[in-house]
């Protein structure tokens, strides 16, 4: 059985490249990245330490097999040549799910059974199975995407999604991804000695990035992962894995981070969460206006994912906030600012161009993240 595999980890629009570093801060050098996807070869192991590690991916996935195909028969006759069943146990649960753009095989539900049928008829001439699959241990979720007439099959490794860290009991009405809350912490320069605040900090999603990423703890520590049950990876990898994680952690490290927001039920809500994470005591919550936030300290960061004024509020009145947050940095020069807003006015309500753009997705709306660098005191 063949202990190098080639994995795929999945990304945001714009997030590739943030994803692309943390696999080589892994130690996975060879990286190729493309559209929505960072893709690589490594050790069986990277399975649970890409899943437990990654913060910007949403899933990692097995590659299986890649070949053309223009016909069904094609894909029928490439799909049963794989060694499926070096991945997928005698009793394996397998659903099929697909996509296909600009290909001949333009039928996703066709194209779906009939992969799902030639992964039958492999296992059962494997495990010499006369009846149905029983499919009832494990899960091993297959993906049949065709680009191009390029058919690439994968395995889930994941399950849920990467985002889903365990640590949310409660949010607001726009919560912002995990994911993509801690992409926006790590395209800053904030290091954990630095203080960081957070002016609208609805459920305490980037917040807890934050201190996660401070205290260098695993993202995905506390959850369990659907390749955790794969015959494939032995419980001692995983257990080495874990270990690494609980050792590199840094509990020790001092953070000095603050969520602020006007209204005391989302802060509530961001205390909970933050408690769930077991950050109780690493985080401030307090209910307050942004307009007066006062920091004590220079040097500072602050990262923000506001209103936009198209979901949430009137966009007159969060506008006047822009201003207002512009205002208060200007006060305090030494601070950098971070801000994402759909808002393409933003700029001038803030009053200053900023000094660096990167255009992001939030969902499927169309964001920037607005940096302005402080001058160091």
């Known amino acids: 059985m063949t202990q190098t595999v080639k994995l ?11 994803v692309a570093n943390e696999v080589k801060a892994l130690g996975y050098t060879e990286v190729q ?3 929505g996807k960072v893709i690589f070869e490594a050790d069986i192991s990277a399975i649970p330490r890409c899943n437990l590690w990654l913060r910007t991916a949403d899933r990692l996935k097995v590659v299986i097999g890649q070949f053309y195909a223009k016909t069904f028969d094609d894909l029928f006759e490439a799909t049963k040549a794989l060694e499926w069943d070096q991945y997928i146990p005698e009793n394996g649960k397998f659903p099929v799910i697909g996509k296909s753009h600009k290909s001949t095989l333009f039928s996703v539900s066709d194209c779906q059974a009939i992969v799902k049928k030639a992964i039958v008829e492999k296992l059962k001439n494997k495990y010499s199975i006369a009846d149905r699959i029983p499919e009832t241990d494990g899960l091993y979720r297959v993906e049949v995407a065709i680009l191009k007439d390029l058919v690439t099959l994968t395995i889930d490794a994941t399950g849920a999604g990467l985002h889903k860290r365990g640590y949310r009991t409660g949010q607001g009405e726009a919560p912002l991804k995990e994911t993509l809350a ?3 912490v790590q395209l800053t320069n904030w290091k954990p000695d630095y203080p960081l605040v957070d002016l609208f900090c609805g459920s305490g999603t980037i917040l807890i990035e934050a201190a996660l990423i401070g205290q260098n703890i695993a993202p995905g520590f506390n959850r369990s992962f659907a390749s955790e049950e794969w015959p494939l990876i032995q419980r001692k990898i995983w257990d080495k894995a874990f270990e690494e994680a609980e050792d590199l952690a840094n509990y020790d490290q001092v953070l000095d981070i603050t969520g ?3 209204d005391h039920k989302m802060i509530q809500i961001a205390q909970n969460n933050a408690t769930e994470a077991g950050l109780a005591d690493l985080i401030d919550w307090k209910q307050m206006q942004a307009k007066d936030f006062n920091p004590k300290r220079a040097n500072g960061y602050l990262i923000s994912n506001p209103p936009y004024g198209e979901r949430i509020g009137d966009q007159e009145e969060v506008r006047h906030t822009y201003q207002q ?3 208060v940095m200007r006060s305090n020069p030494s601070w950098s600012s971070y801000v994402l807003t759909s808002d393409e006015k933003f700029e001038a309500m803030y009053g200053k161009k900023a000094t660096k753009k990167r255009k992001l997705f939030n969902g499927f709306i169309k964001v920037d993240y607005y940096q302005y660098f402080g001058k160091r005191m």
Do not use: P
Request: no cysteine; proline share 0%; charged share 15%.
């Open 33 to 35: 990245v493309e559209n």
């Open 182 to 184: 801690a992409a926006l």
């Open 260 to 262: 602020t927001d006007i």
């Open 325 to 327: 947050v512009g205002e």
């Open 8 to 18: 795929i980890a999945t990304a945001a629009m714009g997030l590739e490249s943030v």
